[in-house]
């Protein structure tokens, strides 16, 4: 049976203490994101009231910070990339 990315890292439910990045880069130094800067590691999923969102982590000042990692916010399946 193949694992899935939801089956492997935690969902948070305390979703609304992480701070939503809309330009997919760390709200609090910028120094990591989607093709900006370092790499950021990421360590959880979390349902919220505007879809599924990824959570990730800085490496650089270790702020977590969510966005939505699909294009189809609302499904759960496509939040694993084949």
Same mark, same amino acid.
């Given at each position: 049976?193949?694992?899935?990315?939801?089956?492997?890292?935690?969902?948070?439910?305390? $979703?609304? &203490?992480? @701070?939503?990045?809309? @330009?997919?880069?760390?709200? @609090?130094?910028?120094?990591? =994101?989607?093709? +900006? =800067?370092?790499?950021?590691?990421?360590?959880? $999923?979390? @349902? %919220?009231?505007? =879809? !599924?969102?990824?959570?990730?982590?800085?490496?650089?000042? +270790? %702020?977590?910070?969510?966005? +939505?990692?699909?294009?189809?916010?609302?499904?759960? &399946?496509? !939040? &694993?990339?084949?």
């Amino acid at each position: 049976m193949e694992k899935k990315v939801i089956d492997i890292i935690p969902k948070v439910s305390q $979703w609304e &203490d992480i @701070e939503y990045a809309p @330009e997919f880069v760390c709200p @609090e130094c910028n120094g990591s =994101g989607v093709k +900006h =800067g370092e790499k950021p590691l990421l360590v959880g $999923w979390c @349902e %919220t009231y505007n =879809g !599924f969102m990824a959570i990730f982590e800085c490496p650089v000042c +270790h %702020t977590k910070y969510r966005f +939505h990692p699909q294009l189809n916010k609302f499904d759960l &399946d496509s !939040f &694993d990339y084949d």
